[in-house]
């Protein structure tokens, strides 16, 4: 049995014989409209909308929104640089292709490789380039003006969201929330095509919408028998990944590594790690795992969208951690940090959605 297929198995579905839950494809506005009343009322009792920005004080609205990927990465001090997958970054302008080569260059960088807008999310454009011949075509999919990551594509085979929450009068910061997450893959059977697979498939045919779009130009062709077909590199929900509630094997040492590493980022309190890693097994154990991305106060924890979780148990988790999220950002505020200003957060916002809105369909 495959590690992939052991995860599958120790997370199958016990309680929701549907592929999908009831709420996991609801529109935003709908799902989150209790979110947002709770985050009002929490806003009376900690002293404004804005509080939590100041729970991550050195990341641009606490990670909320607008905030740059890089500039968060390049915080980790020489500890955590261990466990972050290589990466540089850069300005999209006349000569990509060039500038892209010898950036990567000076990170010891070489194809495959990812590439993501520095400000985004969802996984918006980002893009997996696997042959050195096509960063040229990639790089000029995106706006000019724009700050790009380039990462290593990591060779671990398995990829998780870890929230990680420290309060900043404990002794150390625990985890909240693991989530698995799996690009679901289907089989071809040498005489049907990838439209038909989709339609066919009992949770892909629910939520086409997510993988036509992106497969418009493949959606005629015929796999092979046995013949794989992945239909989403980005490890998110919205394009379409299979998300797995791992709460399971939240452990002591998986906690202390986590915490140890998080300690080496200045003031950072309230987020999820998305980590690429090599087995259950050594993930338990606190090992064997890689940092694609440290995300903040916007981050979810997002087991809550395993098809097993109810609406209920959805809504208690997002409101625990946005109140601890207000709670630290309050502490935080009294230690002399300042909350990021509504103006700011609105102006971030929008320059976020502006951004997202330029950028090439994800892979």
């Known amino acids: 049995m495959t590690e992939a297929t052991t995860i599958l198995a120790r997370t199958a579905p016990d309680r929701a014989p549907s592929p999908i839950s009831m709420f996991e494809f609801w529109p935003g506005w709908l799902f989150y409209t209790p979110v947002v009343l709770y985050w009002m009322a929490l806003s009376l009792r900690y002293g404004g909308p804005t509080t939590p920005t100041a729970a991550n004080p050195r990341i641009t609205t606490g990670g909320l929104c607008g905030e740059s990927k890089v500039s968060i990465l390049d915080q980790a001090g020489p500890y955590a640089r261990r466990f972050i997958a290589p990466y540089t970054a850069i300005l999209t302008g006349d000569n ?63 990829e998780a969201g870890l929230f990680y929450i420290r309060d900043p009068d404990a002794d150390a910061g625990h985890i909240t929330s693991v989530t698995y997450k799996k690009a679901p893959v289907l089989t071809g059977d040498g005489h049907s095509s990838i439209r038909t697979l989709i339609g066919s498939d009992e949770r892909t045919r629910l939520v086409p919408h997510l993988y036509l779009p992106r497969l418009a130009e493949r959606l005629d062709d015929v796999p092979a028998a046995g013949e794989p077909v992945r239909l989403v590199f980005t490890g998110n929900h919205c394009k379409g990944s299979i998300f797995l509630d791992g ?14 590493v998080m300690r080496d980022v200045p003031d950072f309190h309230f987020g999820r790690i998305d980590v690429k890693f090599e087995s259950v097994a050594a993930l338990r154990r606190g090992q064997g795992f890689r940092i694609i991305e440290i995300n903040g106060i916007g981050s979810e924890a997002t087991h809550i969208w395993d098809r097993r979780t109810t609406l209920r148990e959805a809504y208690g988790a997002q409101f625990r951690h946005y109140h601890a999220a207000f709670a630290i950002g309050a502490k935080k505020r009294r230690a002399g940090w300042r909350p990021s200003s509504p103006a700011t957060m609105l102006r971030d916002w929008f320059n976020q959605r502006r951004l997202m809105a330029s950028y090439p369909m994800n892979d």
């Open 96 to 158: 990509d292709l060039e500038t892209a080569q010898a950036a990567m260059a000076t990170a010891g960088l070489a194809c495959p490789v990812v590439v993501k807008p520095d400000i985004g999310c969802n996984g918006t454009g980002v893009k997996l380039v696997e042959h050195a011949a096509d960063l040229g075509p990639v790089l000029a999919a995106f706006p000019r003006g724009v700050r790009l990551v380039i990462q290593e594509l990591m060779t671990e085979p398995e």
């Open 247 to 260: 709460g399971d094997d939240i452990t002591p040492e998986l906690e202390a590594a986590l915490d140890r």
